[in-house]
């Protein structure tokens, strides 16, 4: 359980471009500031929980990360995890949800988000193929149990190969490869989720808890919010996706999804 809220906010901290990565600047400790900065801005905001991604190393590696990021992903958590008592989640970018976890485990964060757990999809990077195999194998080898698996169900910024019913992904996602909560989001960061299919996919996961993972703002969260468990925001609360987040949208949202609780 993420939260004892229903419905919670998790709110999103985009690290810029780490070392290694080709559009580093050069300064480690900016980078340490920034994403600081952003997760006392939102924990001030209200939200439910934390999570970090690489957001910043593009072009992304299509599965297995560097020992370089997953190194400076795992000083970032685990200092944001010190410093702020919220839940933590770990997102590495595309698709590497062994380091993923193991960046959970060493940071003591609470649960990882996976962007293409089973089955494959044709992205930027090429085809991703789901490694649910060695992840969950992984996490029963560190023992880590405890740290939840959010998956993505037709993640964005991906085509599907060949046709699926989305009834047999989710199924997939959730009974064959083991996900303790799925993830919709829309075309990509910041575009909304197309509401007919987030119906069908929470009605689909029936009890497992679904997520809205990308557009969610304070214009439409009351039109989502029955049809989800929770939502991941990030790029609706800042001017633009490389600024640091605003704390006046953060509790603008949280005042309006508050509001919805009690009606």
Do not use: C
Request: hydrophobic share 40%.
């Amino acid at each position: 359980m993420i939260s004892k809220n229903p419905k919670p906010i998790i709110g999103m901290l985009h690290a810029p471009a780490l070392p290694g990565s080709p559009r580093y600047e050069g300064d480690w400790s900016s980078i340490l500031s920034f994403v600081l900065k952003d997760a006392e801005t939102l924990a001030k905001g209200g939200v439910d929980a934390l999570i970090i991604e690489n957001y910043g190393d593009l072009p992304f590696f299509p599965d297995k990360v560097p020992s370089e990021t997953v190194a400076h992903m795992a000083v970032l958590a685990r200092t944001v995890k010190k410093k702020f008592k919220l839940p933590l989640g770990i997102n590495i970018l595309r698709n590497d949800g062994v380091s993923a976890l193991a960046i959970a485990k060493t940071a003591g964060a609470d649960f990882v988000r996976v962007n293409i757990l089973t089955g494959a999809r044709l992205t930027d990077q090429g085809i991703i193929q789901g490694k649910a195999h060695e992840v969950m194998r992984f996490r029963k080898k560190i023992d880590a149990n405890s740290i939840r698996v959010f998956a993505d169900v037709a993640v964005k910024y991906s085509s599907a190969i060949s046709e699926r019913t989305l009834e047999a992904e989710v199924e997939e996602t959730l009974h064959r490869s083991g996900a303790d909560g799925l993830i919709v989001s829309g075309a990509g960061t910041g575009k909304p989720v197309d509401l007919e299919r987030l119906k069908r996919v929470k009605k689909i996961a029936s009890e497992v808890s679904v997520w809205i993972g990308s557009g969610v703002t304070v214009e439409n969260i009351d039109e989502l919010s029955p049809f989800s468990d929770g939502f991941i925001v990030g790029s609706s609360l800042k001017p633009s996706l490389e600024a640091p987040i605003d704390e006046k949208r953060v509790k603008k949202l949280v005042e309006r999804l508050h509001r919805g609780r009690l009606v």
